[in-house]
């Protein structure tokens, strides 16, 4: 919505004032002249607002915190497809395709090749149009996205890391302004609380399906695999490394979620640990038995709510399988 400036107002009042003075003074007085003023005024007022409009997109380009994102041909894409998912953002009855592209390439066992810094590219697809919400060049650091619902709205979450900065954007599709809104809410700076709960169970959400996919079906795999691909460091690394880098990607995401709301915290650490020693040398008989007792929890079944939204905590059942995790996890290895 366009704003008008007071300055403006005043302008508008003062003339309008005049003329009303000019005509209670002579009823005479021939209406051209007021034409010529309210028309003057017309284009006085169109160019302040052009000035105005030009002002807030030169804004918001500087400003990182706030932006429009129109529609735009991408002409390159990074490397390889990081991460997809599909919503209905535009709420128009189909989904758009959300996809984050990164600039390394992606192995054959499913890992990524990271350098010190990567391109990224995160873009929304909606039929012939592609709306461009992130392109550019991260150093130490990373993205991760998820999608959940903000003032009743769609919404994409981007999670930004740099260095040891975090920045928590979202984004929401506007039909007025015919593009993406982007808005930074967390930054060490400025936090805007209000979206802290939706991001935070998002973010846990994708975590949890991170750790059980590394505990089901990843570590089936390694428990399947005979003794004698256990003992080089380079086979060990080919095992296990695919459940080590889902849970380092999901201890980052609870790390984010304790950041955003406390109540929901939770460590991954042990496990992390576990996995870690798992991979430097050759893995004991009790090492193994331990990944296989988590594996047996976490095949047990999925949990449908992992966060209970009034009461903002834990699912109960979610608590217990960390807390039998965290049991087998204290035995000595």
Known sequence: MKRFLPGIVFLIAGILAGCTNQVN???????????KQIEQLSIENDALQNTVEEQRKE????????????????????????K??????????????IELYVNAEKMANGLFAWDDGQTWLLAVKDGEET??????????????ISTTTIDGKPSIIMLESWHSDIYIHKFIYDPD????????????????????????????KDAYELMEQAFTVKAAEALETSENNLQELKDRAAIFDPILVDLWRAQ?????????????HVSLQKAVNLLNQMVKTTPTLEQ??????IHGIFKEGGIDDLV??????????????????DLILMEPI
Do not use: C, W
């Open 25 to 35: 003074a002579d009823p005479a007085n021939d209406l051209n002249e007021l034409k």
């Open 59 to 82: 804004l918001e380009a500087m400003n990182n915190d706030y932006a429009i994102i129109p529609a735009k041909e991408i002409e390159n894409y990074p490397r390889s497809l990081y």
């Open 84 to 97: 997809e998912m599909a919503l209905d953002i535009d709420q128009d009855g189909e989904d758009e395709i």
């Open 131 to 144: 709306y461009p919400l992130f392109d550019n060049f991260v150093q130490l650091g990373s993205l991760d």
């Open 177 to 204: 302004a015919n593009g993406f809104v982007k808005e930074t809410f967390y930054k060490k700076e400025n936090v805007n609380q209000q979206y802290n709960s939706p991001a935070s169970y998002a973010f846990f």
């Open 252 to 264: 980052r995401l609870f790390e984010i979620v304790g950041l955003l709301n406390p109540d929901l």
């Open 288 to 293: 193994m038995n331990q990944l296989r007792q």
């Open 308 to 325: 209970m939204d009034e009461e903002n905590q834990i699912h109960p059942d979610f608590t217990k399988k960390l807390q039998r995790m």
